[in-house]
């Protein structure tokens, strides 16, 4: 059985990070990607506004991938594609993955793996809306492959419902190509996409949105041929007496993203339900051994540019690994931040440089992130303002902080005191 030190499993801009970076620490890796081109979502993402940080220019998806796809063929790294990972299988000093290609099911050998699977869609069936099941439904990803891999033109007159960054995107780049968007519908009282991109594709094209709003029934028999919405009270519940129909011949769903996490539940690694990916450590280690995540399988980033971080930081320490003990400390935060990574700190490995990615649970003006360990206030950063749909990344010196197994690191948000 073929044998290697780092197995990357999947091939867009996290895993492909990943590589490199293992590749660089002269290890033997091999890729494995389900697609037949690398790349992963980026490849249908042809509008600009990638790799602002990394680059500091203004990319399309696939420019910003080519980056790291040249340099991954410059190094010379192994790949399958077209290749669908279907189980993973731990052993004593590694893993067994077997995977399903034109050649039949084969098997290899690894001493460690990273997940890099990216997240899927929400899907109708998942915020359930009555009605009959028509064509014309298509969750927002689908829309934008179908638009622009395929040049496809889906719907003349449609509603978008949910007003996450690719329903928004998706709602200029269907204008662009002839059609009328309605509108689009969020449930919350907030957009639940990025500021620039509800200024940029909603606001400078004339397509309003319209908050504390759902689709409610769906109408058509062979097509869709409209949908009802209705406004919805604080607690998300329709208001009686609010519906109204409107015609329509497509419905885009734009209702969150979820990491795909499948293969990990799979072996037991450890899942953080805020998150719904797996707990990490700062290198990006789960709480299996040998088993590494980064990217959208491990958080729905907002920015490519932090995919590609993780991918490094997973893949750098995934092919310096050497299955020892470890040492570990969990990091705590409170109510008022929806999520943070890392979710534990392990004391035997070099945490100077810990790149912290968290959201805050509600919008929050003149903020302070907080780092308390064990009670005593040690660090803290302000913000004139953080809200959910915008990650926040930050990088700490846990080694300058003095901690033993037994201490206490809790971040939490308090008021500014000037704010
Ligand atoms: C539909 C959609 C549209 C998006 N549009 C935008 C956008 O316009 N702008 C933006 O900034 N961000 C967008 N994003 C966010 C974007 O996903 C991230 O910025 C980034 O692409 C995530 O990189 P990733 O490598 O983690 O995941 P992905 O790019 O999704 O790559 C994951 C790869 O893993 C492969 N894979 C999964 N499971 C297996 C398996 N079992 N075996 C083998 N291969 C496997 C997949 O085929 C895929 O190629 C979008 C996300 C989605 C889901």
Not at 76 to 101: P, Q, R
Not at 191 to 219: A, K
Request: with cysteine; proline share 3%.
């Amino acid at each position: 059985m073929d044998s290697y030190q780092v197995i990357v499993i999947g091939g867009g801009p996290a895993g492909l990070a990943a590589a490199i970076a293992a590749k660089k620490e002269a290890a033997r890796v091999l890729l494995i990607e389900r697609e037949g081109r690398l790349g992963g979502i980026l490849k249908q993402c042809i509008h600009d506004g990638f790799g602002l940080i990394r680059f500091k220019e203004k990319l399309s998806g696939p420019e910003y991938v080519e980056h790291f796809i040249d340099e991954f063929e410059n190094l010379g790294i192994e790949k399958l594609l077209l290749t669908f990972v279907t189980k993973i299988t731990k052993m004593e000093d590694g893993y067994v993955v077997k995977f399903v290609n034109k050649r039949g099911l084969s098997e290899v050998f690894t001493k460690t793996i990273v997940l890099a699977c990216g997240c899927r869609e929400r899907t109708s069936k998942q915020v359930m809306i009555h009605g009959t099941r028509p064509a014309g439904i298509f969750s927002a990803g689908t829309a934008q492959y179908l638009t622009n891999i395929l040049g496809q033109k889906i719907t003349k007159k449609c509603v978008i419902l949910g007003s996450g960054d690719v329903g928004l995107i998706m709602a200029r780049r269907l204008t662009l190509e002839g059609a009328k968007v309605i509108g689009v519908y969020e449930i919350k009282d907030s957009p639940t996409g990025l500021t620039r991109n509800v200024q940029q594709c909603l606001e400078d094209y004339n397509i309003p949105l319209y908050l504390s709003r759902t689709v409610v029934r769906i109408f058509g028999e062979e097509r869709l041929s409209g949908v009802e919405v209705a406004k919805v009270d604080k607690e998300m519940k329709v208001i009686p007496g609010t519906e109204i129909v409107i015609e329509c011949d497509a419905l885009i769903l734009s209702v969150g993203l979820i990491p795909e996490n499948e293969l990990a539940e799979a072996i037991n690694v450890e899942i953080d339900n805020n998150t719904k990916g797996p707990k990490v450590n700062a290198q990006g280690l789960t709480s299996m051994k040998g088993i590494y995540s980064c990217g959208n399988a491990l958080h729905v980033n907002d920015l490519v540019d932090y995919v590609s971080e993780s991918g490094e930081i997973a893949g750098k320490n995934a092919a310096g690994y050497n299955y020892a003990d470890e040492e570990n400390v969990p990091i705590h935060y409170s109510n008022n931040i929806a999520y943070l990574i890392p979710q534990r700190l392990d004391l035997k490995s070099d945490n100077s440089k810990t790149t912290i990615y968290f959201r805050s649970g509600k919008d929050e003006k003149q903020i302070e992130l907080v780092l308390e360990i064990d009670g005593l206030r040690v660090w803290h950063k302000h913000y004139l303002k953080i809200n959910p749909p915008e990650m926040e990344r930050l990088s700490l010196d846990f080694n300058s902080f003095k901690l033993n197994k037994n201490s206490r690191i809790e971040f939490s948000l308090e008021t500014h005191k000037n704010g």
